[in-house]
């Protein structure tokens, strides 16, 4: 997860696409609809985590692990000081 925490906010909204996704099923639609931007915008931000972490999503133990992460990393403040991610489970 150490490259995510380099380039500040493209960075971040990668990770919050990404964990807002995983709380929508994996459904592009609903996750552009609740983060208010493009579906190729969901799509191209997942892609980049996978590329950013090395973490597959489609695959069942990098998905789990990436939940894992993301869900513990909301949890905490990151090394960098900036506020942790809103937490979007209560907007379901």
Not at 7 to 16: C, D, F, K, L, V
Not at 21 to 40: F, G, M, P, S, W
Request: aromatic residues 6%; negative net charge.
């Amino acid at each position: 997860m150490d490259p995510l925490d380099d380039a500040g906010r493209s960075n971040r909204e990668i990770e919050e696409t990404t964990l807002v996704y995983l709380e929508c099923n994996q459904q592009v639609h609903v996750t552009a609809r609740q983060l208010a931007v493009h579906d190729n915008t969901v799509r191209y931000r997942v892609n980049r985590f996978h590329e950013l972490t090395g973490l597959d999503i489609r695959k069942p133990e990098d998905l789990i692990t990436a939940w894992w992460l993301l869900n513990r990393r909301r949890a905490t403040v990151p090394a960098s000081g900036s506020a942790p991610l809103p937490d979007k489970a209560s907007d379901h």
